[in-house]
């Protein structure tokens, strides 16, 4: 399997009021293409600074260290382009003056260089794979007349309007109900496999992400702890901090949702 994203001894630190706050230290990991690498850690452990820094989006202001590359690539990733991002909030990604349809033929015609009638055709198309009912009539709605999980199936559906070979999720389905939260994430799964596309799934929920990934990453205070297959992660977890956040998911939730000792 060929190296999409290499990271290496990745350090992130925010800087303000004379001050540096380091939130990422000596990160290390690659991601192969079409893997699925979970990302889980409690709030403020540097997931999402993580993703951030991966898509280029980090403040000016930030100190950054180590390497980001893309081996595959071979130059920096186009945001939208080579990569796609989903957010907890799919509104912060929406115009909410344009309809479904402008918004991701937008994407189609400005990183495939598609004409508008061939871009509204892919927008038309990647709403039926998202599985919203009635596309066309999709198309014409603003974002404000879908409920929330429509409205991350549409986030999707912009995210890999431009088939880009990374897929950020970065809590992507925090924000919804269960059973929509595990259609979303199945979702995701189908279409990653079907385009071949690797994964970042970013999750504080380790028996969500153990449903997704193919491995984990163990994130605690800006330090990778712990990665791994997603059934050794969950049935032999190695660190005492994996172990814990086993331990009150299994204390809080159902255990039904891991996977069994040694599944991949
Ligand atoms: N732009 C910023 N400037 C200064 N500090 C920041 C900035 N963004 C994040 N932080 C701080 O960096 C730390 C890591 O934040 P980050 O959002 O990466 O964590 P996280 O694991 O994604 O948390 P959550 O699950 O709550 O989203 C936190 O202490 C946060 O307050």
Redesign the pocket.
Known sequence: MSVRLAVEKLGVG?R?DGRE?E?LKDVSFELGAGERLAII?E???????LALAIAGLL?ATARVDGSIRWPELGRLPANGRDLGFVFQDPSSSFNPVLTIGEQIAEVARAHLGLGWRQAYARAEMLLGRVRLPDPSSMLKAFPHQLSGGQRQRVAIAEAIAARPGLLIAD?ATSALDTIVQAEIVRLIEELTAEDGMSLLFIS?DIALASQIADHIAVFRNGRLVEIGKAGQIVGAPREAYTKSLLAAHMGLDTPSLLAPEGAA
């Open positions: 925010y303000g706050t939130v850690g709030s403020g452990s540097g997931k999402s600074t403040p809590e504080h």
